[in-house]
Structure formats: structure tokens, C-alpha cells
């Protein structure tokens, strides 16, 4: 009996292997070789790429950064979910984005805005798959290039002339080097000190003293081998500007050193308060775009508690549409003869019509380039609209028979929500949870008046999914 129940046992753990060894050979993670540098303040793509015959829809990938031995995830890519596949790390939201289309090809590195000296350090690329995991390393270095050096004059130090020279925002440490008329490297002493800042950037001040009869061409040259820069200032003294036993030279060149001291000083003090002028204004900018940022979230936030369940009308309708140019419709049982392609669109209104409240529902549009959505108004035979168009990757705002208006959009979720008490539509990206657009309806004036949703009909391209499961025939 034991030995059956051994040879079993075998046979279970010789089979498990070899489904791992087949699954394991499907797909192989490229790790990458060198270190990615990132420069401050710019957007940086982490490599990760994962090969196989065919990328599953159900792959996970996760990013995580190491800091002081702590995971942190950044942000995760579940293709099993289609509405939402990607969610950001607080810390992290607006500064990562995947290459969405891509991630069926294998490529799953992650773009990394705004660049910090915090972000230096090691990154996780962690792919899961039903009966497989796989990760990879990347290295991350962060480099800055400072602002343009520049040398001033420090006054007499004994019978010598002291020079400083200061720069900010370099990263990692820069090397300063003084530098005489033919390149050489000076010999004479000189102090740095680099300080870091809050921001983890160094500003460098560099000091040295030319003594008499020394060349008096000087250079402050300084160097981040990171990024294999180079910032240098070339000064020429004059021997007008060194010590002499004439008491009219002293007193000349006292004048001479307080003039350009305080022309330095006021130089200084004009750039440090332009400085701090700028710096408070982009806090003041930061400020407003976090707090429009914010109200534009509570408010698609409120007007998702106002959902409501939406079904269509199977039978098609025509709706004559001022726009540069209408949507492709390949549906040819509902194409009826005569229709024009620059302003009559094929359209499904809902059943549900609503006179009077607060109402929202959402469409999902995917990646099409071509549709219609929003809200159409029954006044007894008459009728109008307020609707987004989207013709050729162009997205335009359309106000019943005016003008249509260009915009940006982007997002595949657009949620809709319908303010009869204010007399507004808003327009939302559902997937990013940002305000695209709001538009002034005529008030309610009559009972007699219902607004009904619509969006385009599509076939094969294009297929509107509403979050609240609006069925489409």
C-alpha cells in the first residue's frame, strides 16, 4: 500500500513540474542591463518587457519602489479589469501612465513624469500571470544640471583679490574646478561647499584668492559627470584692482570695490527676490490647480450618487447634427436612403426621459474615434440637443445648432450627468474623474418637456457601454 501511495506521490510532483517548466517556457521577463537616468523636472520611461507568442488579457503588472528597505507600490496595470485597468498610488497619481496598447506586445514599462531626487533608487517590475510570476530590477539615477555659474568679486584679501563663484540646482554633488588662462587647473586655495536643499538639489558657492602677479584670467568651471555637463564663467582682473602701497590707489580701490559690492549686492538681492517672486507664484499656481483639481473630483464624486439605470430604444433614429463631419455608420439596416454623411448621424435614444431632477449615467467609448453622445430634448414634435462629438480623433462640444467647439478629450469612460435644477449638462472623464466640459441648457419652463439620453449606434468599431449597463441591439 505504501508503495503505491509513494509511486503516486511521484508521479503527482513529475507532472506538476513539467506544467510549470511549459508554463515558465512560454514567457521569459528581459531584464535590463544599465541603470536609467533621469533628469529633474523631466519624464523618464522605466524598461520592462516581458517576451512571449501571446500576452493574456488577464496579465497583472506591478511597479513597486524600494526605499529604505520598505515597498512602496507606485502603480498597478489588471488587464482583467476593462473599465479601470490602471490605478495610481496616491503619492504617485498623475505622474506614472503605462503604454496601454502596447501591453499586448509584451512592453510593460512605465512612464515616470516630473522627475524628483526622490525617485532615485530601485524599482520592482512584478508581471503575474494565472499559474506564473516573473519580476525585474531597475535601477534608477537622477541627475540635475544647475543654472549658469557666476563669479563675483569678494574684495581684498591681503595683498590678494577674493572671487566667488556660485551656481544652484546641480544633482548629485557637481566637482567646481578654477581654471586659469590656458585651461590648467589653479593652485591656488580654494573653498566649496556645496549645501543641499529641500528639495535634495545643491547649490554651490566656491570661493578663491588670486594673489599678485598670478594670471589674472580665471575660469569657474563646474562639471556633473551624470549627465556629462559642463557650466563655466571666464573672469579677466586687471592689476588696477590689486593693493598698492599709493594712498590715492587705496582710496581708488576702495571706491572701485564698494561701487561693484554694491552693484553685486543689489544684483543679488533683485535675482533672489525675482527668485522668490517666481517660486510664490508657482506655489499660488500649484495651489489653484490642486484646489480646481480637487473640486473637479467632488464634483464628478456627487454626480455619481445621482446613477441611474439607462436602456435604449432598439429602432433607429436619425438626428441632424451641425458638425465638420459626421460619424462612419456601417450598420446598413438602419442606414435609410438619402442620408448625408457631414451632418445626419444614426443615433439610439433611451427609453427613460426625465422633466425635472438630477440624473447621470456613463458611456464607454474605448479608443474610437467616431461617436456621438448626450442628451436630446422632446418639446411635442419639436426637438434639440446637447451633445460631445468626436470625428476623426477630434473631440468638439456641440450646443444645440451653434457652432461647434474644439476641445481636448481623451478619456474611454464619459460620464454624463443632467442638472435640470441648475439648467446644466456636465461632462465628465469617468476613468481620471476630471471635469471636460459643461453646457447651458434652456430652463424647464414646460411640463411638456423631456430630455432622453442618446449616443451614436455603432457596429464592430465602435460599441457605447453605459457604467450603469446600457444594452446596445
Excluded at 516581458?50 to 507600490?73: C, D
Amino acid at each position: 500500500m505504501a508503495s503505491r501511495f509513494q509511486h503516486a506521490m511521484i508521479l503527482h510532483v513529475i507532472l506538476f513540474l513539467q506544467i510549470v517548466h511549459l508554463v515558465k517556457g512560454q514567457f521569459r521577463m528581459i531584464p535590463p542591463y544599465d541603470p536609467v537616468l533621469g533628469v529633474v523636472g523631466k519624464g523618464v520611461i522605466l524598461p520592462c518587457q516581458l517576451e512571449a507568442q501571446t500576452i493574456p488579457k488577464g496579465i497583472i503588472v506591478q511597479w513597486i519602489f524600494i526605499q529604505n528597505s520598505q515597498n512602496i507600490e507606485v502603480t498597478t496595470y489588471d488587464g482583467k479589469d476593462v473599465i479601470y485597468p490602471v490605478r495610481e498610488n496616491k503619492p504617485y497619481l498623475g505622474r506614472t501612465s503605462f503604454f496601454q496598447s502596447e501591453v499586448i506586445k509584451g512592453d510593460l514599462s512605465l512612464h515616470l513624469k516630473n522627475v524628483m531626487v526622490s525617485d532615485k533608487g530601485k524599482y520592482i517590475c512584478s508581471v503575474s500571470l494565472e499559474n506564473w510570476y516573473d519580476e525585474v530590477v531597475v535601477d534608477l539615477d537622477v541627475a540635475a544640471r544647475g543654472d549658469k555659474s557666476e563669479v563675483f568679486l569678494d574684495g581684498h584679501v591681503g595683498q590678494g583679490i577674493g572671487l566667488n563663484c556660485k551656481s544652484q540646482g546641480w544633482f548629485p554633488e557637481p566637482e567646481v574646478y578654477w581654471l586659469d588662462s590656458k585651461g590648467r587647473i589653479r593652485e591656488d586655495k580654494v573653498i566649496t561647499q556645496n549645501l543641499q536643499t529641500s528639495s535634495g538639489l545643491f547649490d554651490v558657492v566656491s570661493s578663491l584668492t588670486i594673489e599678485p602677479g598670478s594670471d589674472v584670467e580665471v575660469s569657474c568651471r563646474i562639471i556633473n559627470d551624470l549627465l556629462n555637463t559642463v557650466c563655466e564663467s571666464r573672469v579677466l582682473i586687471s592689476d588696477v584692482f590689486f593693493p598698492s602701497t599709493s594712498p590715492w590707489m587705496i582710496a581708488f580701490l576702495v571706491i572701485t570695490f564698494c561701487t561693484l559690492a554694491v552693484i553685486a549686492a543689489l544684483g543679488y538681492k533683485l535675482k533672489i527676490n525675482c527668485t522668490r517672486r517666481q517660486k510664490e507664484e508657482k506655489e499660488n499656481l500649484e495651489k489653484d490647480i490642486d484646489a480646481e483639481e480637487k473640486m473637479h473630483i467632488a464634483g464628478f464624486q456627487n454626480a455619481r450618487e445621482k446613477a441611474v439605470p439607462i436602456t435604449v430604444i432598439p429602432e433607429c433614429q436619425l438626428l441632424e447634427i451641425q458638425v465638420p463631419q459626421a460619424p462612419v455608420v456601417e450598420d446598413k439596416a438602419c442606414e435609410p436612403a438619402g442620408l448625408s454623411s457631414t451632418s445626419t448621424v444614426i443615433v439610439l435614444v433611451a427609453k427613460e426621459g426625465f422633466t425635472a431632477g438630477k440624473h447621470y449615467w456613463e458611456v464607454e467609448v474605448g479608443q474610437q474615434q467616431d461617436w456621438v453622445l448626450g442628451v436630446l430634448r422632446h418639446k411635442g414634435k419639436q426637438e434639440d440637443y446637447w451633445a460631445l462629438h468626436r470625428s476623426n480623433g477630434k473631440t468638439f462640444s456641440i450646443k444645440g445648432n451653434n457652432k461647434p467647439e474644439k476641445m481636448d478629450m481623451g478619456d474611454p469612460v464619459i460620464g454624463v450627468l443632467l442638472d435640470l435644477e441648475e439648467a446644466q449638462i456636465y461632462f465628465y472623464g469617468a476613468v481620471h474623474e476630471s471635469s471636460i466640459q459643461k453646457i447651458q441648457i434652456s430652463p424647464v419652463k414646460e411640463s411638456a418637456e423631456v430630455f432622453y439620453p442618446f449616443l451614436s449606434k455603432g457596429e464592430g468599431r465602435f460599441k457605447p457601454v453605459c457604467h450603469q449597463n446600457i444594452p446596445v441591439p
